[in-house]
T-cell receptor, first 113, second 114 residues
């Protein structure tokens, strides 16, 4: 049973557009939700975390969480070519060993000039 | 600056060889993890450790073992490498505080088994 699923992509948007990345999770008791960005040939890096329902904004990035629907998303406004990367959704499930995250398979985003 | 260092960026081994992948972190983190990453399959957890000499199996432990003799070092061992273990291996560490979610990754070790 898959724990975390993401829209598989690839997703391609023009520069300046809004990129929308989606993620669903299976454990209703999940408490913490994260978005990692991974550039080609590089390691993942944390860009957003969200713990309660609603929106959380950080610059051009907005994370949205809806626990009732078991859904978390990442919006990237005014997308730039430098945003081209694979975005990984990660969830810290209830009952999991402290610090263990479950990752989705990632969505590859390309922003074209 | 926080740092997770993996000993080898690229390795080429032959089937049946014993392979050691070393990982060292300088952040005094309790948790350490080994993942493998394959196209289309994402990050899959092999083993993790939340304390010295402690280890727990992840989702795909078969064919692997680990060692954590010191807090800063976590080693992944392939007792007898096989071609299906050709992959990118990522080490990560984190604090034990729940809900931080921030894993610090090493640069990865790309292993090819011939």
């Amino acid at each position: 049973q898959k724990e975390v699923e993401q829209n598989s992509g690839p997703l391609s948007v023009p520069e300046g557009a809004i990129a929308s990345l989606n993620c669903t999770y299976s454990d209703r008791g999940s408490q913490s939700f994260f978005w990692y960005r991974q550039y080609s040939g590089k390691s993942p890096e944390l860009i957003m975390s969200i713990y309660s329902n609603g929106d959380k904004e950080d610059g051009r990035f907005t994370a949205q969480l809806n626990k009732a629907s078991q859904y978390v998303s990442l919006l990237i406004r005014d997308s730039q070519p430098s945003d081209s990367a694979t975005y990984l959704c990660a969830v810290n499930n209830r009952g999991s060993t402290l610090g263990r995250l479950y990752f989705g398979r990632g969505t590859q985003l390309t922003v074209w000039p | 600056d926080v740092k997770v260092t993996q000993s080898s960026r690229y390795l080429v081994k032959r089937t049946g060889e014993k392979v050691f992948l070393e990982c060292v972190q300088d952040m005094d983190h309790e948790n350490m993890f080994w993942y493998r990453q394959d196209p289309g399959l994402g990050l899959r957890l092999i083993y993790f450790s939340y304390d010295v000499k402690m280890k727990e199996k992840g989702d795909i432990p078969e064919g692997y073992s680990v060692s954590r003799e010191k807090k800063e070092r976590f080693s992944l061992i392939l007792e007898s490498a096989s071609t299906n273990q050709t992959s990118m291996y990522l080490c990560a560490s984190s604090l034990i505080v729940a809900n931080t979610g921030e894993l610090f990754f090493g640069e990865g070790s790309r292993l090819t088994v011939l």
